[in-house]
């Protein structure tokens, strides 16, 4: 193939991560901990400007994991899950021998329906007796999850709310940053996200103690003292000197890569929103602000004359450019095919019809072009 690859979404860097990488270098602080990491939870702390603490961690998972642990599930409890998301999203329940129960989401946003998820609670407790111990919205490719309606089920019955933000920094609801909108909050700053670490995460609460619990949980458990003292099950879960410094560097161009990402978006719509059965995952209304991560559409195969999401994935490919089918909804995966599951059958719509296209920000008008032409192509 002699046509340039043009991926889904990579590493985007700024000018200034070797800047801070060459300060850890001189210093000598390479490993956990370290001036970097303190800098680099203070811009998260700035940029959330509200009253929030963030704890930086090696992954996003491992922050799911964490405030799992932090809000005390444990072995046999319930834990109520997107089901339209990414595995990480629920896999840390299976760590803790606690049990996942997905509920579907909206076509709206694409994000947990919260008159399945009321349902879900519902038919649990006439079901084990117990209400679910912890609800986990997701905000799918950076669009946000309809918060409010949530959190108003997870209030009715006092169950705390886990938001995975992960790949929604720099997305707001009603003008709250996501990230702030849940009782713990998760970030991802994984190779493919909008800003990355090279691998890492965060955990973020309004409540200063659980923030302070999970820096000591982090850091193998090891308390205050001069000698080797532990009281609770550990874990090595801190993020590098060395990968804080590529997130330093990198919160200095977030704005720009929202901005970025944002225009991307726009210019595909602009192209194929007037193609018939092709649809966009977008803002229902102004309450909704997406970071756009991940601009994606569902093709409707009985209005483009039997053309599928699958064969403008293949017509990419031919052109070496990398596309992706949506999530495959987590209750149709063998990992969990004990889970319980309420829903409508949204999330397998999404997945069968659906498909992400190249995203990143570092993607040039000319490549956006090449791709929107194949896809143009494809549908003629
Ligand atoms: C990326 C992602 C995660 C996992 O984050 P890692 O940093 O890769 O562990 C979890 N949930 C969602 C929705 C994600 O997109």
Not at 84 to 90: D, I, K, L
């Amino acid at each position: 193939m002699n046509k340039k690859q043009i991926h889904l979404s990579i590493a985007d860097m700024g000018t200034s991560e070797e800047y801070f990488i060459q300060k850890a270098f001189i210093t000598n602080w390479i490993t956990t901990g370290g001036p970097n990491v303190d800098d680099f939870e203070e811009d998260l702390e700035e940029f959330f400007d509200e009253s929030v603490h963030v704890a930086a961690l090696n992954s996003g998972t491992s922050a799911i994991h964490l405030a799992l642990i932090l809000l005390g599930i444990g072995n046999g409890d319930e834990v109520i899950c997107q089901d339209f998301t990414f595995a990480a999203t629920a896999f840390p329940i299976l760590y803790l021998n606690a049990k996942p129960v997905f509920v579907d989401s909206e076509m709206k946003t694409w994000n947990m329906s919260p008159i399945y998820l009321k349902k879900a609670i519902e038919k649990r407790f006439n079901k084990t007796g117990k209400l679910p111990k912890a609800i986990i919205p997701v905000h799918a490719y950076g669009m946000p999850a309809d918060m409010d309606e949530i959190n108003a089920v997870a209030n009715d019955y006092n169950i705390p709310v886990i938001e995975d933000a992960a790949a929604a920094l720099g997305s707001m609801y009603k003008r709250k940053k996501c990230g702030t909108l849940g009782n713990i909050s998760i970030l991802s700053f994984n190779g493919n996200k909008i800003i990355t670490t090279a691998g890492g995460g965060a955990i973020i609460s309004k409540d200063e103690r659980i923030i302070k619990q999970a820096k000591l949980l982090a850091s193998q458990a090891r308390e205050n003292t001069n000698f080797y003292s532990h009281q609770q099950t550990g874990y090595n879960y801190r993020l590098s000197n060395i990968c804080a410094a590529i997130g330093r560097g990198q919160m200095i161009v977030l704005p720009e890569r929202i901005e970025r990402r944002r225009k991307i978006n726009q210019y595909y719509r602009k192209r194929l929103e007037i193609i018939e059965g092709v649809n966009f995952q977008k803002e229902p209304n102004r309450k909704f602000y997406s970071n756009y991560w991940m601009t994606t559409i569902t093709v409707d195969q009985r209005k483009t004359g039997g053309v599928t999401a699958n064969d403008i994935q293949l017509a990419l490919e031919k052109e070496n450019i990398e596309s992706r089918p949506l999530w495959n909804p987590m209750h149709r995966q063998i990992v969990f095919s004990n889970s319980p599951f309420y829903g409508d059958g949204t999330s397998e719509h999404l997945f069968k019809n659906g498909l992400c296209l190249p995203s990143g920000s570092i993607l040039t008008d000319k490549e956006l072009r090449r791709v929107a032409n194949v896809i143009k192509r494809t549908l003629k």
